[in-house]
């Protein structure tokens, strides 16, 4: 039986010398992985389709989709070739795949598909605005996957938020000052209220965006860090990012 469906190539690996092993998140069956066999060398029958980012319209032979079918042919819909010319867009695009690998277990995720493909667009297109990029992509992962940080009132109380607020890694959210604890991170209602706004926004409109450089900092170091709260282990794609930064 073949299947066919449109996918993004988060990764790929070389196996048994000449075979490639594809990652690809896909709108019909989420994330899985495929084989395409001889794919190491045969350049000609998948022409740079099997590079990270890729967009896809793959043909999948195999008897069920969870036991890694093998990728008989590959259209390219879109290279994104503008992703691998630039240190800055390949470490960020490298970054936002493997969050994606990791959020996701094999199976699920392809409502996140249109997010993945819009966002590797806006970013081929220009790295002007990257950090806001990663910021709406980290938000929009968390939502989608049920993280999203409680940003409306106290998370420990419910109380209405007065003008400071901390950040609580622990509580999920932001957090009133009586309800704030040692480790919570004091954060400016102004941060606070760009945040809530960004959760609003579609990435389509972060160019309109013009938030302060404290406020951004102070967003962007909060959802990082909380976001590694959340998974709890090392991303690779981020370590390579900071050291470019
Ligand atoms: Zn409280």
């Known amino acids: 039986m073949i299947l066919v469906t ?7 690996q070389t196996v048994a010398e000449k075979d490639v092993l594809l990652l690809m998140l896909s709108p ?6 495929a084989v395409a066999k001889g794919g190491k060398k045969s350049k000609r029958r998948f022409v740079n389709a099997l590079e990270p980012f890729s967009h896809l319209r793959v043909h999948l032979r195999g008897n ?8 008989d042919q590959a259209d390219l819909l879109n290279p994104f070739e503008g992703l691998r010319l630039s240190p800055l867009k390949f470490a960020l695009a490298s970054y936002f795949c493997e969050l994606i690998e990791i959020f996701f277990r094999p199976g699920t995720g392809k409502e996140f598909f249109p997010d993945l493909l819009e966002s590797l667009a806006l970013l081929e297109e220009t ?3 990257w950090p806001l990029l990663k ?18 009132s106290c998370a420990r109380c419910g109380r209405e ?17 009586i309800c704030a604890e040692e480790n919570d991170i004091r954060m400016s209602p102004e941060s ?44 690779n794609s981020l370590r390579i990012l900071k050291e470019m930064l």
């Open 6 to 12: 449109e996918a993004l190539v988060l990764s790929t």
């Open 28 to 33: 019909r069956f989420g994330r899985l992985s």
């Open 64 to 71: 069920k989709i969870g036991l890694c079918p093998f990728l």
């Open 127 to 129: 790295e002007k605005y």
């Open 135 to 152: 910021l709406h992509f980290e938000l929009t992962l968390l939502a989608r996957s049920g993280f999203l940080p409680h940003l409306s």
């Open 161 to 177: 938020l007065s003008k400071a607020v901390s950040f609580s890694y622990t509580a999920g959210g932001v957090v009133c000052l």
């Open 192 to 235: 606070l209220a760009f945040l809530r706004h960004l959760t609003r926004l579609s990435a389509q409109n972060l160019n309109r965006l013009r938030p302060s450089a404290e406020n951004l900092r102070q967003a962007q170091q909060t959802i990082e860090k909380f976001l590694l709260f959340v998974v709890d282990r090392e991303i």
